[in-house]
């Protein structure tokens, strides 16, 4: 019964090393990797839409239904994997300083925020 409190503070006293570490020049730190872990689990799903409307308006809407949906569809399982990943690695510098393992944005929904959907 004593072990508790006593395993509580060492839990408590690792995560505030890992997370008060000193961030790189890029601003990489232990803390964006996890909360980008977080957006990508919370908010991948939206890479379906977004990427059915850029081939709409791209190539059509034949594409949209076929090419869009298969390539949506991989990269909502490819950002889910990939928030899981850093969510249980976040105290880990790797890849090179915190930087994200995802070929793409580094957040959900970063292309709707860059306006690159808006030449329509």
């Known amino acids: 019964m004593t072990k508790r409190p006593l395993i509580f503070a060492a839990a408590i006293a690792a995560a505030i090393v890992c997370l008060s570490s000193t961030p790189n020049a890029s601003g990489a730190d232990a803390l964006r990797k996890f909360s980008r872990g977080i957006a990508n689990i919370a908010w ?5 839409p977004l990427t059915m409307h850029s081939e709409d308006v791209m190539w059509g809407p034949a594409a949209a239904y076929t090419y869009g949906v298969v390539k949506g569809s991989w990269k909502v399982i490819c950002r889910t994997a990939v928030g899981i990943w850093e969510i249980a690695s976040f105290p880990v ?18 292309e709707f925020n860059q306006n690159l959907l808006w030449y329509e």
């Open 44 to 48: 991948g799903w939206t890479d379906l």
């Open 93 to 110: 510098p790797w890849p090179d300083g915190y930087w994200p393992v995802y070929y793409g944005p580094e957040f959900p929904l970063h």
